[in-house]
């Protein structure tokens, strides 16, 4: 990795644990991070039936239809909601995953779902999932 491409992952990473905005850091990484996270990420794992068995007794409010795991979260109202999805965004860069969300005024739906490796639910969308609920606890 050349220097600068260098400096430019070590200020992402400084803008992440500061927990800046979207925009403030996409304007601080560039694609600095887009680079760096996707060379160092291994491909997502595809979970078996047997895996998902396992795993969903522990994804409290999240249901598995059509190969998505799932979850609607409740705010106040759209602003929150959508301040909500916004706390998010940098951390969906950072794993490279970019769920399927829709906001419908105080409610905010995820659906999880790995498209390119033919619409499976692997070990990414369980973190994600995760990441997603432990935002939610913290911001009640």
């Not at 291994?42 to 799932?70: C, E, F, H, V």
């Not at 705010?75 to 969906?92: E, G, M, P, R």
Request: charged residues 25%.
């Amino acid at each position: 990795m050349s220097g600068l491409a260098a400096k430019g992952v070590v200020g992402c990473r400084m803008a992440i644990g500061e927990q800046r905005g979207a925009a403030s850091l996409m304007r601080v990484c560039g694609s600095a991070l887009a680079a760096h996270t996707h060379a160092l990420m291994d491909k997502p794992k595809i979970l078996t039936a047997k895996d998902l068995r396992a795993i969903m007794p522990r994804l409290a409010g999240w249901k598995l239809a059509q190969n998505k795991l799932s979850r609607t979260f409740e705010f106040q109202d759209f602003v929150h909601s959508l301040s909500f999805v916004n706390s998010l965004v940098a951390y969906f860069e950072t794993v490279d995953h970019h769920p399927d969300v829709r906001i419908a005024y105080n409610e905010v739906t995820f659906e999880l779902t790995r498209y390119d490796v033919g619409g499976k639910v692997t070990d990414r969308d369980v973190e994600v999932a995760k990441k997603i609920s432990s935002v939610y606890r913290a911001r009640a």
